[in-house]
């Protein structure tokens, strides 16, 4: 079954204790990407990759880093998490950008205390 | 990269025929128009896409007038479970995706 997988699906950590949010896809898709959401701001993108070793920053990309060793992963990483960064975090992939169908994963619920 | 604008929210009642309109005044010759279906704490599902006049699945329907200045999604007999987000986006091949606010419907019994 063509999909996007992200683990964990809920954390609660705390200020400063660094984690990792892992994204996967079975597509083959060349482009991947992060979105925080927010009551009352949408989805707001945080970093894109293009291809492998080849990322970008999005609207939002302060706090965060990303990589793509490989072209189905592309993990968020939260060097020292603070309490504006609890939000609702989606990762996505499609063949391209513009036009092309995005298919999201499930979502990861975090919570920096 | 046209920007788009829909209305914050929307209600409706079961049973009833639901639209939304998007405007995009300043939409590029290339650009296709796509909605998005949100449900909450779920990622958004793409549910339609067309260039102009008129596209139908299984889902809902797009038209699209000769302008191509606005779309309107059309969800034919609404039930409980089409109450969600709906964003309309507007890009070309190679464009930035850009998600709005979007529009929150909500179906009344």
């Known amino acids: 079954e063509a999909q996007v997988t992200q683990n964990p699906r809920y954390l609660i950590t705390v200020t400063g204790k660094k984690l990792t949010v892992t994204c996967s896809q079975n597509m083959n898709h060349e482009y991947m990407s992060w979105y925080r959401q927010d009551p009352g701001l949408g989805l707001r993108q945080i970093y894109y990759s293009m291809n492998v070793e080849v990322t970008d920053k999005g609207d939002v990309p302060e706090g965060y880093k990303v990589s793509r060793k490989e072209k189905r992963n592309f993990p968020l990483i939260l060097e020292s998490p603070s309490p504006n960064q609890t939000s609702l975090y989606f990762c996505?992939?499609?063949?391209?950008?513009?036009?092309?169908?995005?298919?999201f994963g499930p979502g990861t619920r975090l919570t920096v205390l | 990269l046209a920007k788009t604008t829909q209305p914050i929210s929307m209600d409706s009642y079961e049973g009833q025929e639901v639209n939304i309109t998007c405007s995009h005044n300043n939409i590029a010759t290339n650009d296709y128009i796509t909605w998005y279906q949100q449900f909450p704490s779920q990622g958004p599902r793409f549910i339609i896409q067309g260039y102009k006049t008129k596209v139908t699945n299984e889902v809902a329907s797009l038209f699209i007038p000769a302008d191509r200045k606005s779309s309107t999604l059309s969800l034919p007999r609404v039930s409980l479970s089409d109450t969600a987000v709906y964003y309309c986006?507007?890009?070309?091949?190679?464009?930035?995706?850009?998600f709005g606010k979007g529009t929150r419907l909500h179906i009344l019994p």
């Open positions: 986006l507007v890009a070309e091949a190679g464009d930035k995706i850009i």
């Open positions: 996505a992939s499609s063949q391209g950008l513009g036009d092309n169908e995005q298919f």
